[in-house]
Nanobody
Framework: QVQLVESGGGLVQPGGSLRLSCAAS????????MGWYRQAPGKQRELVAR???????NYADSVKGRFTISRDNAKNTVYLQMNSLKPEDTAVYYC??????????????WGQGTQVTVSS
């Protein structure tokens, strides 16, 4: 079993910052990708940022230059530093992890979601 625990959401004013964290635990052998997605009311879930085990990153155009994704491989944890937040960043943010278990089976897991609200 693999579990993901997210933290760090909340309410912030426009221009403010938040840092999200997602820790993976359980029968993990390796993790290939760790990423963050978001879903705003009435919209589809979209990729925000993703990072590979080697540190290669990709970002949605809407967050480039404002958000930074990073990971601590030793802790199986991914972070999303969000700066210069805008009201349109308001959404539920979900962590996503892809890897393999100690039984060498592939897995993809989603976190429970954390609400980010940007409002004055």
């Amino acid at each position: 079993q693999v579990q993901l625990v997210e933290s760090g959401g909340g309410l912030v004013q426009p221009g403010g910052s938040l840092r999200l964290s997602c820790a993976a635990s359980g029968n993990i052998f390796s993790i290939s990708y760790m990423g963050w997605y978001r879903q705003a009311p009435g919209k589809q879930r979209e990729l925000v940022a993703r990072i590979t085990s080697g540190g290669t990153t990709n970002y949605a155009d809407s967050v480039k230059g404002r958000f930074t994704i990073s990971r601590d491989n030793a802790k199986n944890t991914v972070y999303l530093q969000m700066n210069s937040l805008k009201p349109e960043d308001t959404a539920v943010y979900y962590c996503n992890v892809v890897g393999s278990t100690t039984a060498r089976t592939l897995f993809q897991h989603w976190g429970q979601g954390t609400q980010v609200t940007v409002s004055s």
